[in-house]
């Protein structure tokens, strides 16, 4: 199984509502990152997730609360969001990797996040 | 910082053609790593090749091509006998750094490449 699996594949919610996006995959990868990426842009780092413990926050602001339950889940927890939060939300994970290694990051499908 | 230009916003190809991606990077350090993914309209983003910087090869994968020029610090993607599949938007990126085993990237802005019939 080389699928990173994402739900809803759409959502819209008003800026007083509360709503998560999950990610899963059953690959055994222990980095798993959330993305941000807005029309006609790249991909924007903003949570990376390595051993189950926060890794990486880039700055996000409080309305995006992050949560790695267990090894093969990842849940965006979001709140008071603004109209400028709507983008395509991805989810991304990885085999944990030494210097000078790689492993490619597996993408999910992104969650079409519409903040009214 | 490290930087990722991909100066073709767009780009035009006869199906079969071949066609390069242009890419260039700036970095300071030694060991990096430079990626190319496809995202299709459907919005995946679909990981096509890897190239490090202590790579004497280019590297392939199919009909995709790495042209690695690390004096000139360009890193073009080469698609051969392209195909109506092909068309997609597609993203250089180069890894910033390792933290506990995890990889961030930085992405280029992207380059679309359309394939007409």
């Known amino acids: 199984d080389t699928e990173v699996t994402q739900t809803p594949k759409h959502l819209v919610m008003g800026m007083t509502n509360k709503k998560s996006l999950k990610c899963e995959q059953h690959?055994?990868?222990?980095?798993m990152y959330w993305y941000k990426q807005k029309a006609k842009k790249p991909p924007e780092l903003m949570f990376v997730y390595s051993y189950e413990k926060l890794s990486i926050n880039e700055s996000v602001p409080s309305r995006f609360s992050p949560e790695c339950p267990n090894s093969s889940l990842l849940n965006l927890h979001l709140h008071a969001l603004q109209p400028e939060d709507s983008a395509l939300y991805l989810c991304?994970?990885?085999?944990?990797?030494?210097?000078?290694?790689?492993?490619?990051?597996?993408f999910g499908p992104g969650t079409r996040l519409t903040v009214l | 910082a490290q930087k990722i230009t991909q100066t073709q916003p767009g780009m035009f190809v006869q199906e079969k053609e071949a066609v390069t991606l242009d890419c260039t990077y700036d970095?300071?350090?030694?060991?990096?790593?430079l990626f190319w993914y496809k995202q299709p309209s459907s919005g995946e983003m679909i990981f096509l090749i890897y190239q490090g910087s202590y790579d004497e090869q280019n590297a392939t994968e199919g009909r995709y091509s790495l042209n690695f020029q690390k004096a000139r610090k360009s890193a073009n993607l080469v698609i051969s006998a392209s195909q109506l599949g092909d068309s997609a938007m597609y993203f250089c990126a180069m890894r910033e750094g390792i933290i506990q085993g995890a990889q961030k990237l930085v992405f280029g802005q992207g380059t679309r490449l359309t394939i007409n019939p």
């Open positions: 991304a994970s990885s085999q944990a990797v030494l210097a000078n290694a790689y492993n490619e990051q597996f």
């Open positions: 690959m055994g990868h222990r980095a």
């Open positions: 970095t300071s350090d030694q060991s990096y790593g």
